[in-house]
């Protein structure tokens, strides 16, 4: 499905922010279809992609303000965790 690319697609936490509400219009009216098919197709691949990718965006986002000289990205941003791809550690 295209949508599932679009998401996964996303490079940047700015990107995604500013496709969020594209995103969650299309999500509203793929499931308005109403049909066991589109709500498990959701479940098992839209909604898990989103997800993802806000929780990765959201962490990048607070390793930046909160990290090292120039924050810390994530590495394995395709699933099985996430680890920060540099030695910069986040002020406690």
Known sequence: MYLLSEI???R???SMESSLGSYVGEIKT???????????YYINHIGRELNTQLIR???EKYFAK???HNGITLD?????GY???SVN???T
Do not use: I, Q, Y
């Open 66 to 68: 909160n990290g090292g």
């Open 89 to 91: 550690h986040v002020k």
């Open 30 to 40: 793929f499931l308005a279809a109403g049909d066991f098919v589109s709500e498990a």
């Open 12 to 14: 940047t936490p700015a």
């Open 76 to 80: 394995n941003p395709d699933g099985g």
């Open 57 to 59: 965006f959201g962490l």
């Open 83 to 85: 680890r920060p791809s």
């Open 8 to 10: 996964h697609s996303e």
